[in-house]
């Protein structure tokens, strides 16, 4: 089934290879319907595949998880799991630097 209408803006849609970012890597070219209006880029079911398989392979995949929020004293905490910990390197001791970007956003940087 070929598009040729954008489903969320009624834009025009064209066919090129886009790169795929995933958690800030880039994980190659692929050919993606694009609309030249909104930037909406939708990709067939044949190249998800295969994009899930290279996102799996670089240890990509299920890093997101939910958690709950603790609490110690007056502060709470946060438990980051093995997964995530290993993709991001932490250490235990290290120093993160810990901000809301907004009302239901916290952003850990290291
Ligand atoms: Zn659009």
Redesign the pocket.
Known sequence: MERKI??????K?IHKKVDYILLGQNLGKFPADV??????QVFDEEVSEKIDVIAKQKGLWGLQAKTRVGKIGNSFNILINSKIARFLELKKGEEVTVYPESKDKLVITI
């Not at 954008?6 to 834009?11: H, I, M, V």
């Not at 609309?35 to 909406?40: A, L, N, Q, V, Y």
């Open positions: 954008c489903e969320e803006c009624g834009g849609i609309c030249t209006k909104c930037g909406e």
